[in-house]
């Protein structure tokens, strides 16, 4: 048995390294790493396992090197982001320096669609490997030296590296429950709960649909046995759980299964209140429905924009019409809705930015997240964007939180691009109207304080 030191590096902001996306939290959010909370489970099995979340804990590099060291860990699997790759690197190396442990990552920075990684493990040295998944027991194989078991990673043998390409998930994948109580109790932060203290759980991995600027689908797509997700969630509330943020990427993909979650929670009595994503083209009365009746108050859709020929383009699988009938039904029902749009794409100009935020206020959403297009590792919209033009191929550092730019368009710069982004969110928050609003729909004291902080960050970071 070796100890497995699960590592989020320390950051000079407050970074969200997850799910192979990356970027800086758009105002003070900050939620627990699913793919350390997944791997917890896993690697308990066969090792001790210790975690470290130098972002929740907020520890400066000092600091953190000082707790990596004294965990005296065998092994390292580390959270790395292209938000923070060349801090990431650079703190990584003085791990390895420190400790000599074995050091295997997983970030989107690594999720290149052509070489896995293969080139940055060229690169650096104190990387032992890189894997594609946190949910097929690859980061297990790496650290016990399985290599003929690896599925889908890249890793060092001897004077080697040697990339194994392997199939998506895809059905239904089991994991061991996470290891919810080796996380910080505190540092973590949800704009949309309720109450406190909330936890971070995920009941299928990836997406089948093919959104061509979302890395998400590219991952392959399984479910969990809706047994596994109780299991988790019992053990949840007996540590004194209130809120739950559900991960899924488009919860209800699996229409039967999502029935069969909500009405197990319904039944359980778990009191849970719950938030998250849907597509709005599956989010039908039936299904909202059944969110609603397990506790589910907030549901997150991707918008993305009113112009059905972009929605067409990065083939969404849906048109406006679907957006409007959805946000619709769930106000209907008394949820509350997230849109989330992406702004600069390729075609995007002053009046189009105009149009996506006229259309977010139109929709009578009670929040907006805006977010700048950015060519993504492993994504077919990265290779488009570099064969345009658009983007340098040699760029790994990139945000897609939007506090910085990582692309033009045909007739915006990428400062032209910020500003109007940032305009974008003080024009959608700070109507009166809309102010009013959200001050008469707070229903707890831990909402009311977690929204003024939220609304605060987000508006500070965009002034």
């Known amino acids: 048995m070796s100890l497995v030191l699960l590592l989020n590096p320390p950051g000079r ?31 308990s099995q066969n090792h001790e396992v210790v975690v470290l979340d130098a972002i929740a804990e907020r520890l400066s590099e000092e600091q ?102 392997g199939k998506k998930p895809r059905g239904i994948y089991r994991v061991p429950t996470p290891r919810h109580d080796l996380f ?24 089948p649909y093919p959104c061509t600027f979302c890395v998400i689908g590219t991952l392959g797509f399984a479910t969990r046995p809706v047994e596994d997700v109780l299991e988790e969630m019992r053990l949840l509330k007996k ?36 938030t998250t994503y849907a597509r709005p083209d599956l989010a039908d009365e039936e299904l909202l429905t059944a969110m609603k009746r397990a506790g589910c ?34 106000k209907r029902l008394g949820l ?41 590792f492993g994504t077919p919209f990265r290779d488009s964007a570099i064969a345009q033009g658009f983007a340098d191929p040699t760029r790994r550092v990139m945000d897609q939180g939007g506090a910085s730019a990582t692309m033009p368009t045909a007739t915006l710069s990428r400062e032209r691009m910020l500003h109007l982004k940032r305009h974008a969110i003080r024009r959608f928050y700070l109507r009166p109207g809309y102010l009013a609003r ?3 729909s707070v229903r707890t004291v831990h909402e009311l304080r977690s929204q003024v902080a939220e609304g605060w960050a987000l508006l500070r970071r965009n002034a």
């Open 13 to 43: 902001d407050l970074y969200i390294r997850d799910y192979f996306c990356s970027k800086t939290t758009k105002s003070n959010y900050l939620f627990h790493p699913i793919d350390l909370l997944v791997l917890s489970g896993q690697i």
């Open 64 to 165: 953190a090197a000082a707790r990596v060291s004294a965990a005296r860990p065998d092994a390292v699997i580390s959270l790395v982001g292209a938000v923070s790759w060349e801090e990431d690197r650079t703190f990584l190396r003085r791990v390895k320096e420190a400790t000599g442990a074995r050091i295997d990552a997983i970030g989107d920075v690594l999720h290149d669609a052509h070489d896995g990684g293969e080139s940055v493990l060229h690169e650096e040295p104190w990387l032992d490997g890189c894997f594609q998944s946190f949910a097929n027991g690859d980061a297990l194989a790496l650290i016990e030296g399985r290599f003929s078991d690896v599925l889908d990673a890249t890793y060092r043998d001897g004077g080697r590296v040697v990339r194994v390409r």
């Open 184 to 207: 910080p109790r505190e540092g973590y932060s949800f704009s949309f709960a309720r109450r406190s203290p909330f936890a971070t759980v995920l009941t299928d991995y990836g997406c």
């Open 239 to 274: 540590m004194g759980v209130r809120e739950l943020f559900v991960m899924d990427q488009t919860f209800g993909i699996v229409r039967h299964r999502a029935l069969d979650l909500c009405s197990s929670m319904e039944r359980e009595g778990f009191g849970f209140g719950w």
């Open 297 to 330: 108050h907030t549901v997150m859709m991707g918008v993305e924009t009113p112009d059905d020929a972009q929605l067409e383009r990065y083939k969404k699988g849906y048109l406006s019409d679907s957006v409007r009938a959805a946000f619709g039904r769930a």
């Open 336 to 376: 509350r809705t997230v849109g989330t749009f992406i702004i600069g794409l390729p075609e995007e100009s002053e009046e189009t930015v105009d149009r996506t935020v006229s259309y977010a206020i139109e929709l009578e959403m009670d929040f907006a997240s805006f977010n700048v297009a950015v060519p993504r």
């Open 438 to 440: 959200r001050l008469a």
